[in-house]
């Protein structure tokens, strides 16, 4: 009868950490991830970005002027960082959506990125999968808003 009990109780223990992780696929978890790729791109935190870009992540930028691939990114902070340059004062979302379908999720919003005189509006989308019971963000997609005009 012991061995029976220890049998199932090494067995529940084993399923213990899957059922205490949180799951990273909620719209509150997926806010909050988008929001610390937000603030690691703001303080070039070369360590976070690593640690949530997918191995085969890819980013288009406006009119696909520019795509980069994982590598690309981290070594782009890379030369920020090597040449102290980081003249981004803030970087704020807002009007932020979530969508969740499978093992994928979806953000997009707006972006106000202030670097000096005058700030630029990016909108982005940005998908999320999850891989191996973590989030990571596999593509994103960022397009500057054109100045509106006065009439």
Known sequence: ????????????????????????????????????WEKAQLELDLNHIDS????????????????????AVLDRIKR??????????????KDVNVIISGSTGIISGFTVIDRGLSPITYHFMRTYVKINNKCYQIANHTMALPDEKED
């Open 52 to 71: 949530i870009l997918a191995e085969d992540y890819i980013w288009v930028h406006n009119h696909a002027n520019t795509i980069d691939d994982k590598k």
């Open 1 to 36: 009868m012991k061995l029976i009990s220890t049998v199932i109780i090494a067995f529940s223990l084993s399923f213990f950490p899957l059922i205490v992780q949180e799951n990273c696929l909620t719209k509150d978890s997926l806010i909050q991830l988008d929001a610390s």
């Open 80 to 93: 920020y960082l090597n040449v102290n340059t980081n003249d981004t004062k803030s970087r704020v979302s």
